[in-house]
C-alpha cells in the first residue's frame, strides 16, 4: 500500500510540475514597442495580436517611441520585448551591448527611403552633395543609404556636413533650406514630395535592401519562443490583409500618424508588407552593413550580428 500511495503522490507531483511549466511557458504581458508609422502600429490598431493573446490570458502593452534607435535602448533596458525598426538601429543596438534577437524581417523595400533636395536645387545627383549639409537621422537606416550612395558616386562620408535632427526637426530644416539635402523614409519621403515638390536624387534601389526587422530581447525570445512565433504569424496574416487592402491601411494610418491619407496610400504603393524569418542571406547583408559602418567610422567597434540569431533557426 504505501508503494501504491508514493506512486500516486509522485504521479500527482509530476502532474503539478508540468502544469506549472506550460503556465511559465507564457508571459502574463507582453510590452511592444511601435513607432506610429510602422508596421507595429498597424497591428496595434487591429488588435489581432490582443485578441489572440487575450486567448491564452496573456496582456499585451503597447509602448510608442519617436523612432528605431530609441526603441531599442527600451528593449535593452527591458521595458519592451519587442520591436520593429530599419536596418540600422539593430547593429547600433548591438554594439552598445543590447542582448537582442533578430525573429524575422520584411521584404526589401527600397523605394520607401531616398536622399532629396529642394524642387529648385542645383543639385542633380550624389556627387553634386559634396560639400553640403545633409539632415538625417543618425543610426537609422538611411544613414545606410547615405554611406553607399555617397561611395557609389565616388565620395565618402567626410565629403558631407551630416546634420543629425529627428524627422520631424529635419523638415523643418528643409523647408526653411538650412540644409541642402534630406535623407528620408517613407511616409515623410511621400510627405515631402507631395507637399514641396522635393526631388529624389537617389533612392535606395541598387544600393541597400532596406528591411524591417522584428527584434525581440533574448530573454523574451528564448525564454518564450511559442509566443514569439505567434507575433511573426500575426505579423504574416497582417501583412497579406495590408497588401489586398491598401485603402484601409491607410486609412489607419493616417489615423495614427495625423498624415493624410493620401500620403500613406502613395507610401504603402512602393511598401511590401511581409514577415519571414531570418535566412544567411538576410545575415549576410546585415553584416555588410555593420562592417560598413565600422569602416566609415561611424560604428565605435566591430559587431558580429550573427550572435543576435535566434535559437529556432539554429534548429
Known sequence: MK???YFFSALALSISLMAGTSYAAQPETVNVGYQKANIFALLKYRGTLDARFKQEGINVKWVEF???PQ???GLNVGSIDLAATGDAPPV???AAQADLIYLGHSPANP????????KASAIKSVADLKGKRVALNKGSDVNYLLVAALEKAGLSYKDITPVYLAPADARAAFQRGSVDAWVIWDPYLAEVEAHTGAREVANAEGLVPHYTFFLASRKFAEG???AAKQVIDELDKLSSWANANKSDAAAILAKSTGLDQSIWQASLARMPYGASRMTPQVFAEQQKL???F???GLLPVKVDVSKATWSQDKK
Open 224 to 226: 518564450y519562443p511559442e
Open 290 to 292: 555593420a562592417d560598413d
Open 92 to 94: 547600433f543596438a548591438q
Open 71 to 73: 526603441m531599442l535602448e
Open 294 to 296: 565600422s569602416r566609415v
Open 111 to 118: 523605394k520607401t527611403e531616398a536622399i532629396v533636395v529642394p
Open 3 to 5: 508503494a501504491k500511495g
Open 66 to 68: 519617436p523612432a528605431g
